[in-house]
């Protein structure tokens, strides 16, 4: 079967830098990737990695490790929209897609 | 492209009701997934589909739960005598093979309150 391990809370400062960690286990391992999710909203995607190393889309990146099943989502020049929760999820050879339980993102003046 | 689209967006029954919702994939996505989320959690699969063939169901969900994709095209989820636990919001996704199941562009879901 698959599990996903995350934070499930963080806290930072507009402006400032953070990072969201992700573990996962899980057979036939394809990708992994991101969404975000805003209070009463559906979740939305971000970013997705295939292959070891850093993807950058603007203000988020995200990097994986495959040898270590980690990964994790970096959001720079925090803003207050950014408020909201933050699913890793991994997609298997079959295209099944497993969400973790998500991380809350909360952002302080 | 008009996105992912499910109705209702909101459901009340009575315990013990049957309820059914539908979704709508974006046209050309030929697969289709069925999440459950309750507050503060994840999308919990259910099950998903790759055109009209159902590829897997959650060993998790209950018999009570069924789906359909009889075209290939939507897709209804039907709950058989509902219970409390099955309040929830039941969100759908679809995505293309190009995306290899990576990005899924999700519809804002129908929320079941079972009372």
């Known amino acids: 079967g698959q599990s996903l391990e995350q934070p499930s809370e963080v806290t930072a400062v507009e402006g400032a830098i953070v990072q969201i960690n992700c573990t996962y286990q899980?057979?036939?391992?394809?990708?992994l990737s991101w969404y975000q999710q805003h209070d009463g909203g559906a979740p939305t995607f971000l970013s997705y990695n295939a292959l070891d190393g850093l993807e950058e889309t603007g203000r988020f990146s995200s990097f994986l490790s495959r040898s270590d099943s980690y990964g994790y989502l970096l959001l720079q020049e925090l803003q207050m929209k950014d408020s909201a929760s933050y699913f890793c999820?991994?997609?298997?050879?079959?295209?099944?897609?497993?969400f973790g339980k998500g991380t809350r993102l909360h952002i302080l003046p | 492209d008009t996105g992912v689209s499910q109705n209702p967006r909101h459901k009340i029954t009575k315990r013990g009701q049957n309820v059914t919702f539908r979704c709508d994939p974006i046209s050309e996505h030929n697969r289709l997934y069925w999440y459950r989320q309750t507050l503060g959690q994840g999308p919990e699969f259910l099950t998903y589909?790759?055109?009209?063939?159902?590829?897997?169901k959650s060993r998790l969900l209950s018999d009570r739960f069924s789906a359909e994709r009889p075209k290939g095209s939507f897709s209804t989820l039907e709950i058989q005598r509902t219970e409390q636990g099955d309040s929830a919001m039941y969100l759908c996704a679809s995505s293309t093979p190009e995306n290899r199941g990576t990005e899924a562009f999700f519809g804002q879901g129908t929320r079941l309150t079972v009372v």
């Open positions: 999820a991994v997609g298997d050879r079959d295209d099944k897609i497993i």
């Open positions: 899980t057979s036939g391992f394809y990708g």
């Open positions: 589909f790759q055109n009209e063939a159902q590829l897997e």
